[in-house]
């Protein structure tokens, strides 16, 4: 111990010697140099007295050792005097720490102490307010306190000095220092001057210390001796933590050491959260069974370790089996007469069984309290301690508890469940809970009674759009769900049923459904069984409710329901209870008829089509036209509609369609078949259920349908014929017409009428319409089908002929319009367009022409050239009117231009004529024609061809004409002679046989063969 005395006493010397003289080697001329001493003046500022370390802790007074340093929440104060002349100012008050590893120095000014220098702030901690005070007294003094906190990076050592002195401003550059006093903490062979490293603090858990604690989710502490954990639960580890050699027992500052949760070797949790020297780390225990190993680390953050890592080890077992409660000895429910209780409830656990559960009693005489609703409040439960009365094995034991209901009046009710957990805060299971109906035991004190059924009870309701419907005349169908509802009572309650039959068929004498405990079940396959509930006429069943609601949700066969549309049908209900007691009650009320036949209601039938004819149950229309047939469908007896669609079957000669029925309703498009025929229209069901019979009469919606595709059509004109010409008396005085059409099937007069538009050519050939309207019809005779339809109609213009209307040219047409009662449309003609008739209007207007032979020429045949030749034109105005028209003549050659030989404007009366002549000479060899034409350059009349010869071919040719006539007579002769001879020789080689005309047949039969 000397020697080391000794070494740390020369170390302290040294560290000594090296602060002065750093503190001489310093920079002159800087004010804040962090050790720096001044030149020796004539009057050295002193620091007077001890320099007092002190620590701000509440078990520490002022002035008292506190070793070791530690890193923790508390400061450290350093509280020292000091002095100086009069001529000196004294301007920082400095403090060194140093240990034998680190060294920092710090200092205030004194003119503004808030100003905080440090040579290595990583080793100091400066606090928010109060780190420096200096107080000036008037005898050139002053005291100064300053305040810190050592960081955590400082490293372990026995010994740490602290000392202070002031520096002065006294004329020199670099002022003075007082010589520092310095007050050791710690030393070399008891307690260390600063200690770094942290420990784990034992706490006590029960009887026993633990290096931590263990807070289960029920706020319960784990014990060495119960060290039961539940798998899954969540938990807190609560670790005190110090530092080591600390009899203060210091805590660490917040955030300054890592707090570690160690499961098995895995981290499994963390925190550096540390509150009052705890840190508490919330963690899972691990899904397992069986022994972990558990441990707590700490890991200083800024230096030092955590001393005896090994001490934060604990072993604890998981626990992942809750306590259950087999069974009492009390049934679940029932009803008991008055006396004193004891139960015993059997409980299951590994690895150990709880020492004790809760019986949570509730007795309606002595807990039940305002509003006093006969069932148990959250509060209103007693609870009664069960001990462990016998372990039967390691595993299982019985839990007993005693009361009395010797006070309980007759109908009052007893309810009990178990709770509690086992050392692990496992919750016992299957105990039952507060919330009503979910107890482990509970009766009535009574007796018993019979169950109660009215006769009047049970009522019907059908399931519309998924709302029942209340039935006053119950008819069941196979396509719907049926419910039933009847009441029942039982004195001691719903615990005390056993067994409910009901009978739908009275005459059977048979249960068709039954209820029990394991719920309903049907005993015939026509049935179907839906739902099935007991339940409270309001609110939720509770075993004791003495009003009870029996509902059946179901459906039937048409099996079921054939032949039960006559007389009703009485249902049987029987009520068994635990004692044994039955009431069998026939309901009359709840009485039912119910049907499986079907058909389409005739009444409802409507047949419709577009421009066809329906009169009765006869129809005609057109082919590729389509009819509509809407009607509904019902259920025999009741008169609804089928819920589920039906098939509905329209035919139409050998057209068939086939839809389904939507709400009962159905509605069936056929199209007429392209054929000219009658046709049976019907409709029917089809493809209906097994056992579903269609009782529709076919015969009653028989319909017969003619279907004609052929449009009427005009075939002869009777008056006017169709190449008659009229005239505007015709039209004003009203012209009658009559025609014939063809029309195959029915034809009525009044769908058809004649159209007419009066034309006049004046401005357009193609003509201007004057007037157009329509023309009533009427037929000539009663005929209506079939064959030729003579029909007749008048036509009365609306209004006047205009005065000019025979001056122009003008047509009348007539259009066939309208259609048959089949529909089809009427058309004029086979060509399906323009009139049926056109005729043409007599008008009054000149008409100037030449008539047949009115062109003549003087000389004809062959001419001389320049031979004058006189050309006589006669002119005939056939008109009725006077006119002007102007010609021309033209001289045309075969070969050249034709020339014009004069214009000629001619004015006519009606029925005048007028004969003009035009001289003309040829003056070139060659055929000429004379043409006329009219103002359009039409041609009107044209000459024989006129062959114009040279002078001396036509006096030859004048000579021969001039032979005696006795020689034409003689060459006559010959040529009669010659044809004479040549039919001799053909009558004489004529072969004998067959006459030619035989021949000839023969010849005729040959080519058309």
Request: glycine residues 8%.
């Amino acid at each position: 111990m000397e020697g080391r005395y000794v070494r740390m006493t020369c170390l302290v010397g040294l560290f000594l010697i090296l602060s002065g003289f750093i503190s001489i080697m310093e920079q002159k001329g800087e004010v804040h140099a962090s050790s720096r001493m001044a030149h020796f003046p004539s009057h050295t500022p002193q620091t007077t007295g001890q320099v007092t370390v002190s620590l701000e802790h509440p078990q520490i007074s002022e002035g008292d050792s506190f070793a070791p340093i530690v890193p923790s929440e508390h400061w450290i104060k350093v509280t020292s005097s000091h002095s100086h002349s009069a001529d000196e100012t004294p301007t920082r008050v400095h403090v060194r720490i140093g240990t034998n590893l680190n060294l920092v120095e710090i200092w205030c000014q004194i003119s503004n102490p808030e100003v905080l220098v440090s040579t290595d702030p990583s080793l100091v901690i400066w606090p928010e307010t109060e780190a420096c005070a200096v107080t000036m007294f008037s005898d050139n003094s002053l005291r100064s306190i300053i305040r810190f906190q050592l960081n955590g990076s400082w490293q372990d050592a026995e010994q740490v000095n602290i000392s202070s002195f002031l520096h002065v401003d006294d004329g020199t550059p670099n002022g003075a220092d007082s010589t520092p006093r310095t007050t050791v903490i710690g030393s070399s062979n008891s307690v260390q001057g600063y200690e770094g490293d942290v420990v784990l603090l034992p706490q006590s858990s029960g009887p026993s210390m633990m290096p931590w604690l263990v807070e289960r989710e029920d706020g319960s502490f784990v014990q060495l001796s119960q060290a039961y954990l539940r798998a899954g639960e969540v938990v807190k580890s609560l670790v005190t933590i110090g530092f080591e050699n600390d009899t203060f027992i210091r805590s660490p500052r917040n955030h300054s050491v890592k707090v570690s949760v160690i499961i098995d070797g895995e981290e499994i949790a963390n925190t550096t959260e540390i509150s009052n020297g705890q840190a508490i780390v919330e963690w899972v225990v691990p899904p397992r069974l069986g022994l972990i190993q558990a441990q707590v680390l700490l890991e200083p953050l800024y230096g030092g370790s955590m001393h005896e890592p090994d001490s934060g080890r604990l072993a604890l077992i998981v626990d992942g089996s809750r306590p259950t409660l087999i069974g009492c000895d009390i049934p679940a429910a029932g009803h008991l007469p008055r006396d004193t209780r004891s139960v015993r409830c059997e409980v299951a656990d590994l690895p150990v069984l709880p020492d004790s559960l809760s019986l949570n009693l509730w007795r309606e005489w002595k807990d039940d309290r305002a509003p006093f609703n006969s069932e148990p409040d959250t509060d209103e439960w007693e609870i009664l301690t069960m001990p462990l009365a016998f372990v039967e094995n390691s595993t299982v034991g019985n839990y007993t508890a005693d009361w009395s209901d010797l006070g309980g009046d007759i109908g009052e009710l007893v309810f009990g469940y178990v709770s509690g957990s086992d050392i692990a805060g496992n919750q016992v299971r299957n105990g039952g809970s507060a919330d009503f109906g979910d107890h482990v035991f509970s009766y009535k004190i009574g007796g018993d009674l019979d169950p109660e059924v009215d006769a009047d009870a049970g009522v019907w309701s059908v399931v519309s759009s998924g709302t029942p419907v209340t039935l006053t005349d119950p008819w069941m169908h196979p396509d719907r769900r049926y419910i039933f509802n009847i009441e029942l009572r039982d004195q001691n309650g719903f615990v005390d049923l056993r067994n409910l039959t009901l009978g739908l068929d009275d005459d059977a004498g048979t249960s068709d459904i039954e209820w029990d405990r394991d719920g309903c079940h049907v005993n015939r396959a026509s049935i179907t069984l839906h739902n099935c509930t007991l339940t409270a006429p309001t609110g939720g069943l509770s075993v004791y409710a003495t009003d009870m609601l029996f509902t059946l949700e179901m459906s039937f066969s048409p099996s079921f329901l054939a032949d039960r549309a006559g007389s009703y049908t009485y249902p049987v209900i029987s009520v068994r209870d635990a004692s044994g007691r039955v009431t069998t009650q026939e309901l009359d009320a709840a009485a039912w008829r119910g049907s499986s036949e079907v058909s389409i209601n005739s009444d409802t039938l409507l047949i419709e089509q577009t421009g066809g004819l329906i009169e009765g149950d006869e129809i005609w229309m057109r082919s590729g036209r389509t009819i509509t047939a809407q009607g509904s469908v019902h259920w025999l007896g009741s008169e609804l509609p089928p819920v589920e669609p039906l098939q509905v079957r329209g035919t139409l000669g050998n057209v068939e369609k086939i839809v389904l029925t939507e709400g009962g309703g159905f509605t069936i498009n056929l199209t007429a078949p392209d054929v000219d025929a009658m046709l049976p229209l019907q409709f029917d069901l089809v493809n209906l259920s097994d056992g579903v019979e269609d009782l529709t009469v076919v015969e009653q919606m028989r319909s017969w349908v003619t279907v004609d595709g052929t449009s009427p059509i005009p075939t002869e004109m009777v008056s006017p014929r169709s190449s008659a010409i009229l005239t505007p008396e015709d039209l004003e005085d009203g012209l009658r017409i009559a025609f014939e059409i063809a029309e195959e099937g029915r034809m009525d007069p009044q769908l058809i009428k004649l159209r007419y538009q009066l034309l006049t050519m004046r401005e357009d050939s193609a003509g201007a319409l004057v007037e157009e309207g329509e023309i009533q019809l009427a037929a000539t005779t009663s005929a209506r089908v079939g064959g030729s339809l003579p029909l007749v109609g008048l036509l009365n213009l609306e209004k006047e002929l205009p005065p000019d209307f025979r001056k122009d040219p003008a047509r009348l047409e007539i259009y066939f319009e309208g259609r048959d009662v089949a529909g089809n449309s009427a058309v004029s003609n086979e060509a399906r367009r323009g009139p049926m008739v056109s005729w043409t209007i007599q008008h009054d207007v000149p008409d100037i022409d030449i008539p047949l032979g009115g062109l003549d020429l003087s000389r004809s045949g062959v001419v001389a050239v320049l031979d004058p030749v006189t050309i006589v034109l006669n002119f005939e105005n056939v008109g009725l009117a006077s006119g002007q028209e102007t010609f021309r003549v033209v001289a045309s050659p075969q070969e050249g231009d034709p020339v014009d030989l004069e214009g000629l404007y001619l004015e006519l009366a009606a029925g005048e004529s007028v004969q003009k002549q035009v001289s003309w000479s040829p003056d070139a060899v060659g055929t000429w024609s004379i043409i006329v034409f009219d103002e359009q350059d039409e041609i009107v009349a044209q000459s024989m061809p006129i062959f114009a010869e040279d002078s001396s071919s036509v006096r030859e040719i004048s000579a021969l004409s001039e032979v005696h006539p006795a020689y034409s007579v003689v060459i006559v002769i010959q040529w009669v002679l010659l044809a004479v001879i040549l039919i001799a020789i053909g009558y004489v080689r004529m072969p004998k046989g067959p006459s030619w005309s035989d021949e000839e047949e023969d010849y005729e039969e040959y080519e058309y063969s």
